[in-house]
C-alpha cells in the first residue's frame, strides 16, 4: 500500500514542487510550464455529487487512490481506499483520446502511450499545463530503463488531444486532479497508475493470443490479479528485466529484498495468502482461456494501421468520428450515444 506522509508536510511538498518555475518539452505531448503553486483550475472542488458518492461507499474525501487505465476499452477508472481499507472503484471515466498501438511504449517518438505500473507523486502534478491539467505517467519506470526504452513526459491531461499520452475532456482532468490533490493533501505519498492495453481478462487475452506483446502482457497480468484478488495496491519490484509483485522477506531473512531492475533476483517470497489467491485465479483464467481457444476464438487483428482510439461516447459527437482501436459502437447504438451528453467539452479539432 502507499506510503504515508505527514499531511502537513506533504501538503507543503505538493506547493513547494509546483511553485518552481520549470518548462520541459514534452516527448509527444508538446510543452507543458509548471510555474505556479496554485490557480483557479488546480483548485477546483472534487464535485458534490462525487463527495457524496464517497459517503455511500465509505471512503473519506482524502484517502488514498490508486488509478486503472485501458486502452482497448478507452477508460481510466479511479479506484478509492474505504475505511476497511480496501480499494474499490469510485468512478469510471471514458478517455477522449490516446494514440499508437496496443503494447508498451518503446522509444521517443513512437507514439505509444506507456503501459506498466507507475507511481505518481505531487511533483508529477502540473497545475500550468498546456493542455488544462496534467500529471506526468512517471514514464519509463526502472523496467523501462533496463529494457533501454526512451521518452519521456508522457502525460494524462485535457485537451482531448494525444501524441503519446492519454487525453481526457478539460472537465475530466480536472476531476481526476482534484481527487489526486486530496489525497496527497491526506498524507498518500504517491498513487498507483495501472496502464493497461485492455481488460486482462481470458476472452481479450485469447483474442490478442498472438500479438508479440503478449510475454510482456502476461507478465503484467500477475500485478492485475494481485489487485484483483486483494482490492490493495501491489508492491512493485523490478529484477532481471522483470516485474515482481508484492514480494517480501524470507522467514530467515533479516532485511527486506533489495532489487535492481537489471541485476539478478534476491531471495523473496509473495505472502502464501496472495500467492494462493492469485493462483486460483490464475488456473480459472487459464482453463477459460483454453476453452475459448479451443472453440476457435477468432484473433485480433495485427499492423491495422490505425492510430490510437476513443471512447465510442466521443466518437459518437464528431462527424465521422471513429472509436479507432478502441471498443466500437455499432449502428443505433451509436446514434444513441450521439443524443446523450458527453463527459465534457469536446475541442472543434479533436487531434489524433
Not at 68 to 73: N, V
Not at 137 to 152: C, E, I, Q, V
Not at 220 to 231: A, L, M, P, Q, S
Request: net charge neutral; aromatic share 8%.
Amino acid at each position: 500500500m502507499g506510503s504515508i506522509l505527514n499531511s502537513s508536510s506533504l501538503a507543503r511538498a505538493l506547493l513547494a514542487s509546483v511553485a518552481l518555475v520549470s518548462s520541459v518539452l514534452l516527448a509527444g505531448c508538446d510543452t507543458d510550464q509548471v510555474s505556479l503553486a496554485t490557480n483557479a483550475k488546480a483548485n477546483q472542488p472534487v464535485p458534490p455529487k462525487l463527495v457524496a458518492a464517497m459517503a455511500e461507499k465509505n471512503m473519506d474525501l482524502q484517502s488514498p487512490i490508486l488509478v486503472r487505465l485501458f486502452k482497448q476499452e478507452a477508460e481510466l477508472e479511479v479506484w478509492k481506499q474505504t475505511r476497511s481499507g480496501q480499494f474499490a472503484l469510485l468512478r469510471t471515466y471514458p478517455i477522449c483520446r490516446w494514440s499508437g498501438d496496443l503494447g508498451p511504449k518503446v522509444r521517443e517518438g513512437d507514439r505509444q502511450a506507456p503501459e506498466g505500473f507507475y507511481s505518481i507523486n505531487p511533483s508529477q502534478m502540473n497545475p500550468q499545463s498546456a493542455y488544462y491539467l496534467s500529471f506526468n505517467t512517471g514514464y519509463p519506470n526502472a523496467f523501462d530503463k533496463a529494457l533501454g526504452r526512451t521518452g519521456s513526459q508522457l502525460m494524462v491531461h485535457g485537451d482531448c488531444s494525444s501524441r503519446g499520452c492519454y487525453a481526457m475532456t478539460d472537465e475530466q482532468i480536472a476531476e481526476i486532479y482534484s481527487l489526486g490533490r486530496e489525497s496527497f493533501f491526506g498524507g498518500q505519498k504517491a498513487f498507483q497508475l495501472q496502464a493497461y492495453p485492455f481488460k486482462m481478462t481470458p476472452v481479450n487475452m485469447a483474442k490478442h493470443r498472438n500479438n508479440p506483446n503478449m510475454p510482456f502482457w502476461k507478465m503484467i497480468k500477475e500485478g492485475y490479479d494481485h489487485f484483483e484478488v486483494t482490492r490493495q495496491e501491489p508492491k512493485v519490484d523490478f529484477c532481471e528485466k522483470k516485474y515482481v509483485f508484492d514480494a517480501a522477506k524470507t522467514p530467515d531473512a533479516k532485511r527486506d529484498p533489495v532489487f535492481d531492475a537489471s541485476a539478478k533476483c534476491p531471495a523473496y517470497v509473495i505472502p502464501e495468502d496472495i500467492a494462493s489467491a492469485v493462483r486460483e485465479k490464475e488456473e480459472r483464467d487459464q482453463a477459460e482461456y483454453n476453452k475459448l481457444v479451443a472453440k476457435g476464438t477468432p484473433m485480433a487483428r495485427m499492423n491495422t494501421g490505425i492510430d490510437g482510439g476513443m471512447n465510442k461516447i466521443f466518437a459518437a459527437k464528431i462527424p465521422e468520428g471513429s472509436t479507432g482501436l478502441s471498443e466500437s459502437a455499432e449502428g443505433s447504438t451509436l446514434q444513441m450515444l450521439a443524443m446523450s451528453k458527453a463527459p465534457g467539452t469536446i475541442p472543434g479539432t479533436v487531434n489524433p
